[in-house]
């Protein structure tokens, strides 16, 4: 992401392209990168976007105009492609960027609900991308379900309960200590859905709150609704790919590192077959080939 | 071995004097007992809470309401769904009903509909209780713990509906077996059964089979999971020892409990039969159906155990040949989720938070125009759509009429072929009555006792049926103006369908 910023520097994009620069190309990169900031726009249904989608590819000139627009607005372009199309997403601090407090108005007061949110959009990445060589993979589609990525969540904080309670800890929270509550816990014993007066979807429960991630992420342009089985199911984009694997996990993992976390990695998934045979807890109705241990 | 000695040495009352603080084990077993009471308190808070309701409700129990709604839920768990609302709301109202039979049937419903409410405790945002206890830490601080559980637990169902289930909590609670194992539950209270029977104590003894079949709902709960998971994944699965070795283990388990039921069955009709008390002879029947029904279950647990094999299969046919790629990135299930569920929520927050922030992409900011404003606050409200599409009427074509005989005749055939069990007829005889009602009727009657040379006997046991029409031939020739051949004895056999499966064995 750093790179992007870098080499789309306002100062050195104009020093390039001052002396060949015009009004209309500047018009015409603004204008790629407002096709970027609509998400759901495909590449292939506009003519005009394909047009400065190619443009941008052969003309390097346009190009840093481009991302010089982009940087300017505060925004990050992830990939232009014509797949993809002009992927921007919103650098920190960005007009553009998403706040907590806007997306759910309880999770600015309650910090479990802002967990429950973030753990939401954490999950629909993890189950759209199960294997990291789903997510390197350029043509790979995600399938997620609301009712999946329910189950998925609430089978690995099963295996983390049933840990727990053959080492014979007790998990439950000091009471006047909540933020040193187990993270599984918040899911585990929230329901996982409720009847409500008009058969909508209870917001709190977590088929709710993941079926409010969803839905966001639909209108990122992130996912595509598919059908209504197991709670709504969703294909990803070109796009959710880029953004989860060049902005979100990283930034996820730059933040678990620092809190001395370091997950053992040796660059194999950990889908693989579980050592203990006896480990045979799948994830039920998730759809997608998940091993859930811990 | 000092402690018999000191114990004789220090006077009785003595001995529950000042000892040392209990170690974390002693007090493990007391927690484990604490939260155990915790899972009733919901049920006397029922009591206490309808003082203050609207209304004169002193006149309903509603623990014991409550305590039956746990019941029914449990009962109609099944494989795939749990317990409709509006079907135990139903069935509890009897119950309330008897308590207050001059009350309106409304404010039946509406006990009814409380008491479910609160054992799913819908005004939480968790939906489920909560309870502090105390415990020591190994260090001997006091700490006091928040312990959260469930009753009653919504669960989606398909199409979006929302079933209930009871919860462990709930079914041990109900069950009375605080912090069993739920196998060895289920053997205790089955050995217990067999006992109480031997000694002819059949109250007892339904009970413990009520027991059992608890103990039956909540064991194929378990497996349901683990099945359910098992099926859905398949590059995760030691394809060549594990799953293999779990169903066979579990069939193998299904196996012995059918044995074991079927052994008790057998007893208990035995109690049933030579039992001469009324009473003796309705609750061994009960105790019949009990057992059938744990019976049932576990046959429905044997099918879905055969069914995974084929699927895998199937699975593994789609999933397993894609190519490996070389390249490796972040796990987004191994280096994100599986490392952040264990931390403190307080430390879990970063993690989620930073991935919120990036991951979600970006939102045009929404610039507000006075003139839109003046619009959007001016249009009327959008209305819903409660009924949904008009549906088009049907087109639809009646299927001409081609059987050769008409239901009044069939219904004619049949009640001049309903023969009494002890006196069966020569077909002749037979045909001659059909003829005097209506000339087309010998054919149709004919046609039946010809059919019936070769009732299909299982079938009608299996469909619990009481009689069915047989016909032999004996050698006499049917003399009659329409029809040759043999002159059948036409009789009517009565099955015992109970007393076929006890010889069967």
Known sequence: MTEHVEWSEPEAAGALVSSAVTPADAADAARLVAFGLQPKLQPARDQEYAELLRRYREDPAFARLADAVAAGLGLVVLEVSPRAGMAVTAAEDSVFAVRMGDYARRASADAGDRFLHGLAHLAVAAMAFPRPEDLADDGYIGRVSVNGVDAFVRQACRRLEERAEEQGEITDPATDAPGLEAAWRIWARRSATGATKDARRLAGSTTGIVGKAVAFLTDSGFLQRTGDDGGGTYRTTARYQLQVRDMAGSAAMAELLELGIVPVTDGTATLLPAEDTDDLELAADAGLPFHSRP | MT??????????????????????????????????????????????????????????????????????????????????????????????????????????????????????????????????????????????????????????????????????????????????????????????????????????????????????????????????????????????????????????????????????????????????????????????????????????????????????????????????????????????????????????????????????????????????????????????????AQMPEPDLIATPDDSRFSEEQLAAAMELLDLPADAPRRLSGLLADARRSDPELPYLVALLAVHAASPPVGTAYRQGEEKLLFSVDDGTELDDPEFGGADLIVGMALLDAAALRLEGR
């Open chain 2, 3 to 388: 402690s018999p000695a000191s114990t004789d040495s220090v006077p009785p009352q003595l001995s529950a004097g000042p000892r040392p603080a209990p170690g974390p084990a002693a007090d493990e077993g007391l927690a484990r007992r604490l939260r155990a009471l915790a899972c009733t308190a919901p049920l006397h808070d029922l009591d206490v809470r309808k003082a203050n309701l609207a209304g004169e409700y002193s006149v309903y129990g509603m623990a014991e309401v409550a305590l039956a709604a746990i019941d029914l839920v449990t009962l109609n768990m099944d494989f795939d769904t749990g317990a409709d609302h509006d079907q135990i709301v139903a069935r509890l109202i009897p119950r309330i009903a008897a308590q207050a039979p001059r009350r309106p049937v409304a404010e039946h419903e509406r006990v009814a509909r409380w008491v479910l409410e609160n054992l799913i405790n819908v005004g939480s945002v968790d939906r489920g209780f909560r309870a502090v206890y105390g415990t020591f830490t190994p260090d001997g601080s006091y700490v006091r713990r928040d312990y959260d559980f469930k009753l009653i637990e919504e669960v989606p169902g398909y199409g979006g509906s929302v079933y209930l289930r009871t919860t462990d909590e709930a079914v041990n609670v109900l069950v009375g077996a605080l912090d069993t194992d739920v196998t060895s539950a289920q053997i205790a209270a089955e050995v217990k059964l067999e006992v109480l029977i031997s000694r002819g104590r059949l109250a007892d003894a339904q009970l413990a089979a009520e027991q059992a079949r608890y103990r039956t709902v909540q064991y194929s709960e378990t497996l349901r999971r683990t099945l359910d998971a098992t099926r859905r994944n398949v590059r995760a699965v030691d394809w060549l020892q594990a799953v293999p070795d779990m169903i066979t283990e579990a069939l193998d388990h299904v196996a012995d409990r059918y044995r074991h039921e079927n052994a008790i069955l057998t007893n208990i009709r035995k109690a049933r039969d030579e039992s001469e008390d009324p009473e003796h002879k309705r609750r061994a029947a009960e105790l019949v159906d009990i057992v059938k029904d744990c019976i049932r279950r576990h046959t429905q647990l044997q099918s879905r155990l055969l069914e995974a094999g084929p699927l895998f299969r199937a699975e593994q046919d789609r999933q397993a040949f894609a190519a490996p790629m070389a390249t490796s990135g972040i796990d987004l299930y191994g280096h994100l989720v599986v490392p952040v569920l264990p931390l403190p929520v307080e430390q879990a927050l970063r993690v989620t938070d930073a991935f919120f922030a990036r991951g979600t992409g970006l939102r045009t900011p929404v610039s507000v125009r006075v003139g839109d404003l003046v619009d959007i606050l001016l249009a009327p409200p959008m209305e819903r759509e409660h009924l949904g």
